[in-house]
């Protein structure tokens, strides 16, 4: 335990001393909030304490799910409003961007008409600009129709929207081209992209698998056969589209509920290679740079962020990068929660690559 601790303060250590040099990188780090959620959810931490535990460990920008943590969003009250003004202004953060969601699927018998989605996301569209924000990500499969007659309160408002590119719903899904094509229409500065780095995946997440096994029962016979479209330099969502369907011989080892989840589940995870966002780099607007397990040696088990943000670095990428920690979904009963120390050691990662690329001394 006490190696664990050294481990912790010296990654605590590193951030604080490589914070001034990183102010003048063109590639800059920012924490999603939405990766201390269970700290929050389950009160162990006030967003104040979010905000100071970040300040502490000298994280610069923050991305934020108004809907977790602002109540009666998108019209927080004055109270709420004057509190995220005093926690921003004490604390020294930057807001970079707000992450929002389209409910059309509000209503139990329909779903909103084109008018109500477009005046819903007015409304986020305010509440950005109100909070200092001038991005929104807006979640995977909003529909494209709503870009242009939102356009005009963007500009007004000055709030850029960018469509999240998902693991599991990227490039090649047709709600996401259709939006892809419309952006390219009307080539605007205030609609782009926001990548989410699951779709480079090397390796399926060991959590994940743990979880599965562990805690649900998948027989390891299932978790190997996963893993080994991953060390072929595949992944399972382009396996399954492939055979239409589970391939045959994955289709014999599935017997139990616990290994039908596991296999579905390990969709959402792909292996794309970098070039794929080659087309696309004029439109990206913002990174979630996925996390489900930094190890001890200081690197993520699935991705590798040297190799990431080494193409970003040679694309001349401008803009923020955010630790998205989801390792937390995948915590076994009875073990700690570590999401203070994931996200504090993936920001470590991320700093020194940086860095490394800068040609600044690494401590």
Same mark, same amino acid.
């Given at each position: 335990? +006490?190696?664990?601790?050294?481990? *912790?303060?010296?990654?605590?250590? %590193? !951030? ?51 809907? %977790? ?9 004055? =109270? ?11 604390? /020294? ?6 992450? *929002? ?14 008018? =109500? ?17 001038? &991005? ?17 309160? +963007? ?13 599991? &719903? ?20 205030? *609609? ?10 090397? /390796?399926?997440?060991?959590?994940? +698998? ?9 027989? %390891? ?5 996963? !893993? ?50 080659? =087309? ?25 962020? /040297? ?36 996200? &504090? ?9 940086? /860095? ?8």
């Amino acid at each position: 335990m +006490a190696s664990y601790d050294k481990y *912790v303060s010296d990654i605590i250590y %590193q !951030n604080k001393k490589m914070k001034g040099d990183l102010l003048m990188s063109k590639i800059k780090t920012c924490v999603s909030l939405y990766s201390l959620q269970d700290e929050y959810l389950n009160k162990r931490m006030s967003l104040e304490d979010i905000f100071k535990f970040l300040a502490e460990n000298e994280v610069e920008g923050i991305e934020i799910i108004p809907d %977790q943590m602002l109540h009666n969003t998108p019209h927080p009250s004055e =109270e709420t409003l004057a509190e995220w003004d005093r926690l921003v202004s004490t604390y /020294k953060m930057k807001p970079v961007i707000a992450d *929002v969601f389209l409910n059309t699927n509000l209503y139990k018998n329909r779903e909103l008409t084109k008018k =109500e989605c477009v005046d819903l996301l007015i409304e986020e569209i305010k509440l950005a600009n109100r909070l200092g924000i001038k &991005l929104i990500r807006l979640v995977s499969m909003v529909p494209a129709f709503v870009i242009e007659p939102l356009l005009s309160y +963007a500009e007004k408002y000055n709030v850029t929207l960018a469509l999240e590119i998902h693991a599991g &719903l990227s490039f090649d899904v047709p709600k996401t081209q259709e939006f892809i094509n419309e952006m390219k229409r009307l080539n605007s500065p205030y *609609v782009g992209l926001v990548i989410d780095t699951g779709i480079f995946c090397r /390796k399926l997440p060991r959590v994940m +698998a743990d979880y599965c096994k562990q805690h649900l029962g998948t027989k %390891q016979e299932v978790i190997d056969y996963i !893993n080994n479209i991953f060390a072929q330099g595949k992944d399972p969502r382009k396996v399954i589209l492939e055979h239409g369907g589970f391939p045959a011989d994955l289709k014999k080892l599935l017997i139990s509920e616990a290994d039908h989840f596991f296999a579905h589940f390990s969709d959402g995870y792909e292996n794309e290679p970098y070039s794929v966002l080659d =087309e696309y780099i004029p439109y990206i607007k913002h990174f979630h740079f996925k996390l489900f397990e930094m190890t001890e040696t200081g690197e993520e088990y699935s991705m590798d962020y /040297k190799g990431i943000l080494q193409y970003l670095y040679e694309k001349g990428y401008v803009g923020y990068v955010s630790t998205e920690y989801e390792g937390n979904r995948w915590v076994l009963p009875g073990h700690p929660m570590v999401e203070k120390e994931q996200v &504090l050691a993936h920001q470590a990662l991320i700093r020194n690559v940086i /860095k490394e690329l800068e040609g600044q001394e690494v401590y």
